[in-house]
């Protein structure tokens, strides 16, 4: 895959979100139809996401008696990431994240969230390669800190290195305020080139 064949930042952001807003919209019917899911809602997108993740999907947790279930499916795209790696963002972060919400639609939450569940969609679905790591917002202009990404049971977040060791040295517990789950580490995003 040649990164370099979209320039960056040679699209307007309203261009952007049309195209990430396509890439949605097709990878969701695909997964859609090949898991037989009917019509499931779209999910909702916003393009306010900011900071090392490229894209981030989110869900509200709903209890049925003992049962829980997922709704509010939503999506956050980060637009400094797509002006750097526009091709990543399209083959890469919009299935990776339509992948976690498809995955809560199907078993509902509480799946780890890079599974075989998660795998499965990647590669039997969408025929790609079930890589964890987060495409990142890389900005070559600026000093970025490192970043830890946590999971609850209805989203993935990002932490600081100060709440990683605090966590770590087990001095704090962070809960996520949507879901109340205590968050768990997953993998730290590695440096900037
Ligand atoms: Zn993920
Ligand atoms: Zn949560």
Same mark, same amino acid.
């Given at each position: 895959m040649n990164k370099m064949s979209t320039p960056p930042g040679s699209q307007t952001p309203e261009e952007a979100m049309r195209l990430i807003r396509q890439a949605v919209q097709d990878a969701w019917s695909q997964a859609c139809r090949h898991y037989g899911l009917g019509a499931l809602p779209e999910p909702t997108l916003d393009f306010s996401l900011r900071g090392r993740m490229? %894209?981030?999907?989110? $869900? @509200?947790?709903?209890?049925?008696? @003992?049962?829980?279930?997922?709704?509010?499916? @939503?999506?956050?795209?980060?637009?400094?990431?797509?002006?750097?790696?526009?091709?990543?963002?399209?083959?890469?972060?919009?299935?990776?994240?339509?992948?976690?919400?498809?995955?809560?639609? @199907?078993? %509902?939450?509480?799946?780890?969230?890079?599974?075989?569940? $998660?795998?499965?969609?990647?590669?039997?679905?969408?025929?790609?390669a079930p890589r964890r790591t987060h495409q990142l917002a890389l900005t070559p202009a600026r000093t970025v800190e490192r970043c830890f990404i946590y999971a609850c049971t209805c989203r993935e977040h990002q932490l600081t290195s100060i709440r990683h060791q605090r966590i770590r040295r087990g001095r704090r517990i962070y809960t996520c305020k949507a879901c109340g789950a205590v968050l768990r580490f997953q993998e730290e995003l590695p440096d900037p080139i």
């Open positions: 490229a %894209g981030q999907a989110g $869900w @509200r947790v709903r209890s049925l008696g @003992r049962k829980k279930q997922a709704q509010d499916f @939503r999506l956050r795209f980060n637009l400094e990431a797509y002006a750097l790696h526009p091709a990543d963002m399209l083959d890469d972060t919009v299935p990776h994240e339509i992948a976690h919400l498809i995955v809560v639609a @199907r078993f %509902g939450p509480g799946c780890k969230p890079h599974g075989p569940e $998660w795998r499965d969609v990647m590669e039997d679905c969408f025929g790609l």
